[in-house]
């Protein structure tokens, strides 16, 4: 039997909810330029192609990413799209990365 002068306490831990997240990202044919002058239309650049690719898994027994880089071309020519016709040399042919992790 308790009387008033007695406290009892009852602590309950918080529930840790449990998540998982996965997320996959694309990306086609993005164009990444680097022009030697911008303030010439006609200046020279280097125009890489490429497709990407990550795909990331996340849970609470472990952690997972997976990238792909493919497609990767690299090509000099005219800074402008218009002056390109006829006037580009393959600096190199398509190669690909793949990257794969897990924690």
Known sequence: ????SDLIYIFEAPVQ???TMEMNIIVKNPEIVFVADLTRSDAPAL??????EVFIKNSP???SMT?????IQM???PFLPEKRKGNVTTVSLQTSVY???TV
């Open 1 to 4: 039997m308790h009387n008033s």
């Open 17 to 19: 909810p449990v998540s």
């Open 47 to 52: 125009v890489v192609t490429t497709q990407c």
């Open 61 to 63: 027994e472990r952690y």
């Open 67 to 71: 990238a792909a880089v493919r497609e």
């Open 75 to 77: 090509k000099a020519c």
């Open 99 to 101: 990257l794969k992790g």
